[in-house]
């Protein structure tokens, strides 16, 4: 749950923040003057301040200046009048996050403390690289040679003050390597911001980046400083840099080779010092091949690459992650870390992951939710059955005759789920071993009767009624249009 600080002297404005941002969403701090705002910053060490220019035992700048001083990085909006946004302005220089008139604007106030969560959270939160980190943390995990080469990389770089391009696929863990980079180097007492580049309108994206001066262009009713600006001295992770304009990559080709530049429609130049670390998706080579990214820009970007390998080709660290997230994602929601029988870890295995580690965390989450009892049976990943499903059938050869029993499902190994039991320390071995054994017999028996569940009762020797009591009873459902004659007459 987010921490937020709010330092302003007016009772309305303290009230209108603890109705707005409340437990389960946020834990609300309010203090009325600087000192007591920067007592509870040291000691609570909220996620985001949200600080009145204006205080009883402090003018301008001089609570934030102080803000600063106990934590560079935390991220500050300033609340500010018509009269004064020249100060708030000003803070934006030294580092502020953004600023807001009176009088506030719920949604505008809400869509910018959110952002600000996300700016702090890469910042604090610790991006752990190789095993045994901790389940709160965000973590690079794995033994293949090629993560390990990650590994190397980073270390290698991150003391440096060098350039940094980042290249893989969709959720690979782009941002985490940014992350880890910008944590262990000599900047990580400074601010860390990302931009994502594809996310941001052509026409806006370098007025994000640059910043603009009032009436640059239309709907530019007041002076904004961008994120080179605002990052002074820490680091900026620029996603999805294939994505700038042309006009873009020309501006940051001069910030990166002179640290300066100058404001959309202004004509002060700007010195800045800031270090660029870059991530895509895109093949840049090819894109300055096709003339649709400078070659200069590339050149000055690849002056140190890491290159993220796609999750099909880590091998076993597939089953490290698999362990690592749920665990993770246990605790996030309050669910016992369930055992993985084989035949899960073989259809984990086994899918190709064209989202990568992002594509396997939510299948992870979705399973865990889906989930009764203490074992994640592959029917629980059922986004991972019928994407595999989808991606298996364009090569089905057309005309054939797919009809035939099902390709046999591999064979639960029994002694190794009561050996990871017994580690675990369980005390429902029984129960355990029964609900399991009759979800591998019920779906088998089903599958083998296409889903018709008066066929399946005669086999297993039971009543239909029982039959169906016991699907409820394990969560087992069984998809429409499957099932035949047993589902009419109820």
């Known amino acids: 749950m987010p921490t937020l600080l709010l330092i302003d002297d007016e ?37 985001v301040v949200v600080l009145d220019v204006h205080l009883p035992d402090a003018t301008g700048l001089q609570a934030f200046d102080r803000i600063k001083q106990v934590d560079a990085r935390t991220p500050v909006i300033l609340v500010t009048g018509h009269g004064t946004t020249d100060l708030a302005i000003e803070a934006m220089k030294r580092g502020a996050f953004d600023y807001l008139l ?121 002076k904004r400083i961008g994120k080179f600006e605002q990052c002074q001295g820490g680091t900026l992770l620029l996603d999805e840099v294939g994505e ?48 649709r990214f400078r070659s200069d820009l590339y050149f000055r970007l690849n002056v140190f690459t890491i290159r993220l390998p796609p999750l099909r080709e880590r091998g076993d660290d597939i089953d490290l992650l698999t362990d690592y997230y749920l665990v993770r994602f246990g605790r996030e929601f309050d669910r016992p870390v369930p055992v993985v029988p084989q035949e899960t870890r073989l259809l984990i295995r086994g899918y190709r992951w064209p989202g990568n580690v992002r594509e396997l965390q939510s299948a992870l989450k979705q399973g865990l939710l889906q989930m009764s ?5 592959p029917e629980f990943l059922t986004a991972v059955r019928r994407s595999a499903a989808t991606v298996a059938s ?5 005309g054939e005759d797919q009809s035939g029993p ?33 979800r591998q017999l019920l779906s088998r028996v089903l599958e083998r009767t296409a889903g018709n569940q008066l066929r399946a009762a005669e086999l297993l020797g039971i009543t239909r009624g029982s039959l169906r009591h016991k699907l409820r009873a394990l969560g087992i459902t069984i998809e429409r249009g499957v099932s035949t004659d047993d589902d009419q007459g109820d």
């Not at 990650?150 to 959720?171: C, D, H, Q, Y």
């Not at 009436?215 to 007041?222: C, E, I, P, S, V």
């Not at 959309?264 to 894109?287: K, S």
């Not at 364009?394 to 057309?398: C, E, F, I, L, W």
Request: charged share 20%.
């Open 102 to 222: 009176k009088p506030l604007a719920y949604d505008q106030l809400r869509e910018l403390v959110d952002r600000a969560c996300v700016s702090s959270r890469l910042m604090h939160v610790p991006a752990v690289v190789g095993e045994g980190a901790p389940a709160e943390s965000d973590a690079l995990v794995g033994r293949c040679p090629a993560i390990q080469e990650v590994f190397k990389a980073i270390g290698r770089v991150a003391g440096t003050n060098a350039t940094v391009l980042i290249l893989g696929e969709s959720g690979t863990g782009k941002e985490l390597v940014a992350r880890a980079i910008y944590q262990h180097s000599k900047r990580a007492d400074k601010p860390f911001l990302a931009v994502n580049c594809g996310a941001i309108p052509e026409s806006l994206l370098e007025s994000e980046l640059f910043g603009h001066e009032k009436g640059a262009f239309t709907g530019a009713d007041r």
């Open 394 to 398: 364009p090569s089905d050869a057309p």
């Open 373 to 377: 009892g203490s074992v994640l049976l």
């Open 244 to 291: 700038l304009s042309i006009l873009a990559q020309v501006k940051l080709l001069r910030a990166l080779q002179e640290q300066r530049f100058e404001r959309v429609g202004g004509t002060e130049t700007v010195q800045t010092d800031v270090r660029v670390i870059a991530a895509t998706n895109a093949e840049l080579e090819t894109l300055s091949a096709a003339g």
């Open 406 to 438: 099902p390709a046999p499902r591999p064979a639960l190994d029994w002694n190794q789920f009561m050996t990871e039991r017994l580690a675990a320390g369980s005390h429902e071995l029984y129960a355990e071993c029964l609900s399991l054994m009759e």
């Open 11 to 47: 009772p309305v404005i303290q009230h209108a923040f603890r109705k707005a941002f409340h437990p389960p969403g946020y834990e609300t701090l309010t203090a009325r003057t600087a000192a007591e705002g920067v007592a509870l910053l040291a000691a609570r060490r909220p996620d």
